[in-house]
T-cell receptor, first 114, second 114 residues
Framework: NAGVMQNPRHLVRRRGQEARLRCSPM?????VYWYRQLPEEGLKFMVY????????ESGMPKERFSAEFPKEGPSILRIQQVVRGDSAAYFC????????????FGPGTRLTVL | DAKTTQPNSMESNEEEPVHLPCNHS???????IHWYRQLPSQGPEYVIH???SNVNNRMASLAIAEDRKSSTLILHRATLRDAAVYYC???????????????FGQGTILTVHP
């Protein structure tokens, strides 16, 4: 059973470009979370999705950021018109939905905005 | 979310046991206690979780106080690979059921000396 997959692992964008980060959860998991870790800072929750639905996006910046988790395919975190402050590591986590189970994190996508 | 308090840092020598404390005085009866760790340049990794009883797995042990207001993560024999930031987390609960969302504090930076 493959773990949580994220791609790309490293992404370089120039200011104003778009960044698309992909996350494939573990097989059978329908819950996905995105977290952001700014340089030298802790992990911050961004958004929680459950197949085709956004459950909680309280941690998402109001502009330029969006997330989706379609019925088929990976979850996508999209950042439009990137700025230097978006440079960070973005991690996704997948969960089965049971209190008895833990979350599994992917290796992260490290976004650098030039 | 129930708040947790951890020491900023701890040190240990290789092959010695390590006890990482966590206070969660506002914990509710349905809150699970989760521990994750983040090794340098990696995504968070699940360590252990419990509700009321002490728990053991291949990585660590979790000792939960009788009143559940504190817990201790025990690494029985620290190795250099255990050097990481350790997070004690009480996942969000909504409507009486686990919501899964993790709120990461500053965690405890564990340094292991050879």
């Amino acid at each position: 059973n493959a773990g949580v997959m994220q791609n790309p692992r490293h992404l370089v964008r120039r200011r104003g470009q778009e960044a698309r980060l992909r996350c494939s959860p573990m097989k059978g998991h329908s819950h996905v979370y995105w977290y952001r870790q700014l340089p030298e800072e802790g992990l911050k929750f961004m958004v929680y999705l459950q197949k085709e639905n956004i459950i909680d996006e309280s941690g998402m910046p109001k502009e330029r950021f969006s997330a989706e988790f379609p019925k088929e395919g990976p979850s996508i975190l999209r950042i439009q018109q990137v700025v230097r402050g978006d440079s960070a590591a973005y991690f996704c986590a997948s969960w089965s939905g049971s209190s008895y189970n833990e979350q599994f994190f992917g290796p992260g996508t490290r976004l650098t905005v030039l | 979310d129930a708040k947790t308090t951890q020491p900023n840092s701890m040190e240990s020598n290789e092959e010695e046991p390590v006890h990482l404390p966590c206070n969660h005085s506002t914990i509710s009866g349905t809150d699970y206690i989760h521990w994750y760790r983040q090794l340098p340049s990696q995504g968070p990794e699940y360590v252990i979780h419990g509700l009321t009883s002490n728990v053991n797995n291949r990585m660590a042990s979790l000792a939960i106080a009788e009143d559940r207001k504190s817990s201790t993560l025990i690494l029985h024999r620290a190795t250099l690979r255990d050097a990481a930031v350790y997070y004690c987390i009480l996942p969000s609960v909504a409507g009486g059921t686990s919501y899964g969302k993790l709120t990461f504090g500053q965690g405890t930076i564990l340094t292991v000396h050879p």
